[in-house]
Nanobody, 126 residues
Framework: QVQLVESGGGLVQAGGSLRLSCAASGLAFSTYAMGWFRQAPGKEREFVAASMWSGSNTYYADSVKGRFAISTDNGKNTVYLQMNSLKPEDTAVYYC???????????????????WGQGTQVTVSS
């Protein structure tokens, strides 16, 4: 059974940093892509970052380029999202997801992901 469990969310002041973690189990990890998405109240879920488990083929939303970094630890079956220089507009529930058949097109599209975590809240105060 596939499980994705996020952690690391919380309340932080603008300009601060957080690191989200996503512990994965039940996947044939080497062939999957992992993505981070977020959803703010009243808004649609949006792409944040994605990567193959090898760390290759990484993609970022323009809004987070240069501030966020996705990384993987194959030994721990964990994906991270390091978030720096946080802004109030980064406030959202952040979700980890797995894409079984990744392509550059599918990796940035929430509709193409097959498994999702429960989400973790990130709140950035001004």
């Amino acid at each position: 059974q596939v499980q994705l469990v996020e952690s690391g969310g919380g309340l932080v002041q603008a300009g601060g940093s957080l690191r989200l973690s996503c512990a994965a189990s039940g996947l044939a990890f080497s062939t999957y892509a992992m993505g981070w998405f977020r959803q703010a109240p009243g808004k649609e879920r949006e792409f944040v970052a994605a990567s193959m488990w090898s760390g290759s083929n990484t993609y970022y939303a323009d809004s987070v380029k240069g501030r966020f970094a996705i990384s993987t630890d194959n030994g721990k079956n964990t994906v991270y999202l390091q978030m720096n220089s946080l802004k109030p507009e980064d406030t959202a529930v952040y979700y980890c997801a797995a894409d079984r058949y990744p392509t550059p097109k599918t990796m940035v599209d929430a509709a193409e992901y097959d498994y999702w975590g429960q989400g973790t809240q990130v709140t950035v105060s001004s």
